[in-house]
DNA sequence: AAATGATGTTAATGTAGATTAACATTTTTT
DNA sequence: AAAAAATGTTAATCTACATTAACATCATTT
């Protein structure tokens, strides 16, 4: 099992002593998913939090009308999850699928308690990664007030280029909140200009 | 100083010793506001976390055509900041207003690492409040894509009677993400049914 | 108690984005 | 390489909500 992706993205924000590295080994499971596969179904309780090494999920609630809403994507050195289901252990609101084959170093339910109190450091680096993706959240929820799905689409294409490269564009429109036939008229409206 | 609010709201989800209680009544301020007053300003650097003991707040962005939207209110037992100024000390996206006469307990940017070293309790405790807080915002987003101005208003209703009482309908049409004349529309067509 | 300001209502008209449906293109499977 | 499936486009029509504007009610100040 190689966790060094995730030994990576932890070094950037905290520093591990070796037997640090070894206990969280011993924490953490790797996984591959091929794409389609679904890492969470909507209505399952979440028993775990996926780190992405590489390939690309997407996180999306199913409504009364079989409408597909896509609330995030994950890709490499991204989390991957439905935090409500697995902090509270309750139905799952979403579904989390595998847009392309797909790897995770996954973190159990049952072992977090274990995995913070013997590393306090990782309780501080989920702080700050949940404080920032709360942040992310409430700037996106003022953005869908107060801008236009043109200005938002061209703002999601300069903050995230590499994701809108390799989803089909029918996401980006879930993404967005829109369809997928006004985010077309968008695109060929900004290529006229 | 009466931080006694903050200390029934901290005993529900983490204990602390006598010891912990007395550096934490050292690192926090009381601080009372008018009705009317700033707590925080639009590309002013947010230094302090508010844990409001009576009153209310309203968090909101005023956008380039000088409309505001609600993001959140905060009334007792709630925190009152814009956590993404605070936790990257750059200027502030967002306003926060007291809407009634409002004592808080202050956490300074300045005092905040050095509390979470003395009291890792605390963060746990942050952790796990800025989780739901986390959480609760994705939701909003899904009900922003996937239900009507209606659908969202009665859940808001519901979720939040009391606040409901004490804030002007114009301030749920804003936090709702509608106009207050299509909130007017919305009331007086339920009334009917 | 009159005046002022804040809040709420109603109705006409306007528009961003949804819906529908038919077709075009690209990718995957056989 | 043909067929099937997935993805993307275009255009007509529809609708939820915004905008504007005029007025009504309630709360606060003088």
Redesign the pocket.
């Known amino acids: 099992m190689n966790i060094q992706p995730l030994l990576n993205y932890i070094s950037k924000i905290v520093t591990l002593t070796d037997e640090e590295i070894t206990f969280l080994t011993s924490q953490v499971t790797y996984r591959k998913y091929l794409k389609g596969q679904y890492i969470l179904q909507q209505g399952d309780i979440n028993k775990s939090v996926c780190f992405v090494v590489s390939g690309c999920t997407k996180m999306f609630y199913v409504d009364t009308d079989g409408q597909e809403h896509i609330l995030m994507f994950a890709v490499e050195d991204w989390w991957s999850s439905d935090l409500g289901s697995f902090i509270s252990q309750t139905p799952s609101d979403f579904n989390v699928q595998c847009i392309e084959d797909t790897e995770c170093i996954v973190f159990s339910y049952n072992n977090m308690e274990e995995t913070y109190a013997h590393i306090p450091k990782l309780e501080r680096l989920f702080r700050k990664t949940i404080e920032k993706a709360f942040v992310a959240s409430q700037k996106r929820i003022v953005r869908n007030f107060s801008m ?3 200005e938002r689409y061209l703002i999601f294409r300069d903050s995230y280029p590499e994701i809108e490269q390799r989803i ?3 996401m980006v429109a879930s993404y967005l ?6 985010l ?2 968008i ?2 409206q900004i290529a006229l200009q």
């Open positions: 236009s799905a043109k089909p564009q029918y909140g829109i369809t997928k036939e006004f077309s008229k695109k060929s």
